[in-house]
């Protein structure tokens, strides 16, 4: 007797950002990432840039040095973090004889 | 064939692939000669892995009066890789976040993984009596896990350097034996009993964030963690009421720790022994 499996599965998924104690009473309960505001985690982007915050080149010396309130930190939202994809498929035969 | 003996075979195929992404400011396209007036300076940071895995299973049985006698094997393939990578976005818009991510513009470390198992076995279970039977028998395994060095530290390593991790490490147990029993007591009543020994094969951790001289020396100096388990136990059935009480007495040996000193490495810390007795029902 012979048998077939296909077995497949895919899975997305969008992380929350961690927040500490300190960023919850700053920046309340319901704080996360930026996305799906693209301008917004560039200007943050560009801000650290220009004041080495993040050791990465400038590039956008226009935005300045301030962060829009209430961010004080580059690492107060990226854009977007996730386990964004993972993708698995199983084939497989079983071949039984008496 | 007759109706003594039967046969199974198995073959299959597994593909795994998955990616962690961060979208961070820290690490810019500008950085790695990317740069330009469309290129953004948010950059997708990976870890991502990609595993395809062959393998096949086969086993013959044979009944003899009392005996019901089986062997087997299994035996896999698995090519497996790891690497860290970092993606560009344009200023005008961000890559889908759901959507794998291809094109890297660097790959700050990538590593490739070979992992080979073969494992035999056989066993015979004896039903002395209408109320005892006894089982026992033996598996064989080894696991050969190879690493290669691609990328470490956003560059090709120089081969032979330290940083051109490169190497086997086998974890293997020609001998690693299971006997058991259970009695009748009632149709509704059963004691069991079993000693098993057993290993467990060296994943990816010996080479993770290693260096050739830190594999060498964890290969060196390091043994699979193994264990002994004895138990006893009584199954009980009335009605709706289903309970087990068994106790277990397990042996570990060769346990082992990572530790995160100047890098990481593993260290063997010794045996561990673990008593318990489980009493539960539902």
Known sequence: MLSGFHDWSERRETDYQDLSLEMIDRLGYKWDNFAPTWTLAQQVADIANNRGDTGAPVTNAAAGTIYPAPIVSADDAYYDASWATRRSRLPACLMTGM | ?282
């Open chain 2, 1 to 282: 064939m007759t109706s003594d003996l039967s046969v199974s075979a198995t073959a299959y195929l597994h593909e795994n692939e998955g990616q962690g992404i961060w979208f961070t400011p820290y690490v810019s396209p500008f950085s790695f000669g990317q740069g330009g007036p469309n290129v953004s300076p948010i950059s997708v940071r990976t870890t991502e892995y990609d595993m395809n895995r062959a393998g096949a299973l086969g086993s013959a049985t044979w009944i003899l009066g009392d005996h019901t006698i089986e062997g087997g094997f299994w035996y896999e393939y698995n090519d497996f890789n790891q690497d860290r990578r970092f993606y560009a976005n344009t200023r005008a818009a961000p890559r889908p976040t759901l959507e794998f991510m291809r094109n890297p513009f660097a790959t700050q470390w990538s590593y490739a993984y070979d992992f080979e198992t073969t494992m035999f076995y056989i066993q015979d279970r004896w039903d002395v009596t209408d109320a005892l039977t006894v089982s026992g028998g033996f598996k064989s395994v080894t696991v050969d896990m190879a690493v290669d060095t691609n990328i470490a530290g956003f560059v090709a390593p120089t081969s032979g350097s330290n940083a051109d991790l490169d190497g086997t490490i086998t974890s293997e147990d020609n001998f690693l034996p299971q006997i058991g029993f259970t009695y009748e007591l009632a149709d509704n009543s059963e004691i069991f009993g079993g000693y098993t020994e057993n290993m467990r094969a060296f994943t990816l951790a010996p080479a993770a964030s290693q260096t050739q001289s830190g594999f060498d020396f964890i290969k060196e100096n390091t043994d699979p963690e193994s264990s002994k388990t004895t138990e006893v136990g009584w199954r009980y059935r009335n009605g709706p009421f289903q309970g087990v009480a068994a106790a277990y007495y397990v042996k570990f040996e060769d346990r082992l720790l990572g530790l995160l000193r100047a890098r990481a490495s593993s260290a063997t810390v010794g045996d561990q022994e673990r008593r318990k007795r489980d009493d539960q029902g539902r």
